[in-house]
């Protein structure tokens, strides 16, 4: 079930907006569009596996408009885009003290314990230097078969400025970048790929000097956490 709650009134005042009595186990998430917040985009998931996307465009009373891309069949192994009509640029952020020219990005790619190219993007200020002595900061996901795309922060790129450090953020198998092979290639008795993955990934900002010995500092969430949790058990 789906509720809407407004600041300072009681949960009983609540609205139901949206209730399925056939699925009273599926999972609802909602967020408003950040642009204009004329639209409420609810996503719901059966579980974690893999399921074929439905779009739907609602309007404010719940009644629905049209799907959207209603001819897309998508796969695991497929991204696809959808254009929007009239689809423009509405703002764009300026954050005082902090020049977007100045910083770059760029995927690399190295060999995982077993021999597997993992791809990582690495963001940095241009004038930080390759010669080992770098701070960096590697996140790391690596599960239930979703992606880490690139992404903007600008609290990041504010750390990355101020203390001359790197981001670092490997693709690490269990994730979805390369489709449901690599999410099954680390899960259950494979999981091991996952850290093993991000291992090597800290090896080769160190070997390469991106970064500088002892330097590395590992970050995830979740089931990235996790992996935080397993790699000191797994590192040789």
């Known amino acids: 079930m789906l509720y809407y709650h407004r600041v300072g009134t ?3 005042e609540d609205v139901l907006a949206f209730k399925d009595e056939s699925n ?7 967020e408003v569009t950040p642009v204009d917040g004329k639209y409420v985009i609810v996503t719901i998931a059966k579980d974690t596996s893999w399921v074929k996307d439905e779009i739907y465009l609602y309007d404010l009373t719940g009644k629905r408009i049209t799907r959207l891309a209603p001819d ?20 764009s952020t300026t954050v005082k003290g902090l020049d977007l020219d100045q910083f770059e990005a760029s995927q690399v790619w190295y060999e995982s314990a077993d021999g597997t190219k993992v791809p ?7 004038s930080t230097l390759f010669d080992g002595t770098a701070p960096a ?7 239930f078969s979703i992606s880490v795309p690139p992404f903007f922060s600008a609290s990041v790129l504010t750390f990355l400025q101020m203390c001359g450090a790197i981001l ?9 970048e390369f489709g449901e092979d690599w999410h099954q290639a680390a899960i259950r008795a494979k999981k091991v790929n996952s850290f093993n993955d991000f291992i090597a990934a800290t090896q080769f900002l ?14 995830g969430g979740s089931n990235g956490g996790s992996c935080i949790l397993a790699v000191p058990q797994n590192w040789s």
């Open 10 to 12: 009681l949960q009983a």
């Open 24 to 30: 009273p186990s599926w999972v609802y998430s909602a």
């Open 72 to 91: 897309l069949e998508p796969s695991p192994n497929t991204t696809s885009k959808y254009h929007l009509p009239m689809a423009r640029v509405y703002r």
């Open 120 to 126: 990582m993007f690495v963001v940095k200020q241009k």
């Open 137 to 143: 900061v590697q996140y790391g996901y690596g599960g």
């Open 168 to 176: 670092a953020v490997p693709s690490i198998r269990g994730g979805g």
């Open 206 to 219: 160190v070997e390469n000097k991106y970064a500088a010995p002892g330097k590395v500092t590992l970050h």
